[in-house]
């Protein structure tokens, strides 16, 4: 195997694993909330875990599966912002899901090429890597939101590094 595609292959693992990783923070934040909870808003500025759910699918579509997929770009995203229930968590956490699951199909599917070369996406000009590095980017801030507001609203810890000691000292 050549070190381009050792690289992209190692790359593409990595993008995996840390999608998978926030999608279990996400998963322990939404056990934690009520159906009420879930659209409740910190203020009028901020947006409700449920929102934060439906922009996170319509990024991630517009992005992986669209933009670097070739599929329809069908994102309507100011309607992730203005809907105020409607779906359960568990309808919610099924439409997150089988959109990750698109996105690892369009990932594995890619060969070296298609991950260098420039595309547009919601106006900006990227390559396939710098889609892949803003749509990582994004699921963890906003998971990190999600957290952030869970844990305002039951006043828990989320255990999301239980059992893993975070002091252990680096080799």
């Known amino acids: 195997m050549s070190m381009e595609n050792k690289a992209i292959q190692a790359f593409t ?18 056990h ?20 934060l759910l439906l922009h996170l699918c319509g990024n991630i579509r517009q992005y992986m599966i669209s933009g670097l997929g070739k599929q329809d770009d069908i994102r309507e995203r100011d309607l992730e912002f203005n809907i ?25 599917a890619l060969d070296n090429e298609a991950w260098l070369s420039e595309y547009q996406v919601q ?20 998971t990190g939101q999600i957290a952030f507001w869970t844990k305002l609203l039951k006043a828990e810890d989320l255990g999301f590094y239980e059992g893993i000691d975070l002091n252990t000292k680096n080799d």
């Not at 693992?13 to 999608?19: D, G, P, Q």
């Not at 934690?32 to 929102?51: F, I, K, M, T, Y």
């Not at 779906?87 to 690892?104: M, N, Q, S």
Request: proline share 1%; with cysteine.
């Open 32 to 51: 934690q909330l009520s159906e009420e909870e879930l659209w409740q808003r910190p203020n009028q500025a901020s947006n409700s875990v449920g929102n």
């Open 84 to 108: 105020s229930g409607g779906y359960t968590k568990a309808a919610l956490f099924e439409k997150l899901d089988g959109v990750l699951e698109e996105t690892k199909a369009v990932v594995n």
């Open 123 to 142: 106006g900006f000009k990227l390559s396939g890597i710098g889609i892949a590095l803003h749509v990582v980017e994004h699921y963890a801030y906003h």
């Open 13 to 30: 693992e990595s993008l995996i694993f840390r999608l998978d990783e926030k999608t279990e923070m996400i998963a322990k934040c939404l």
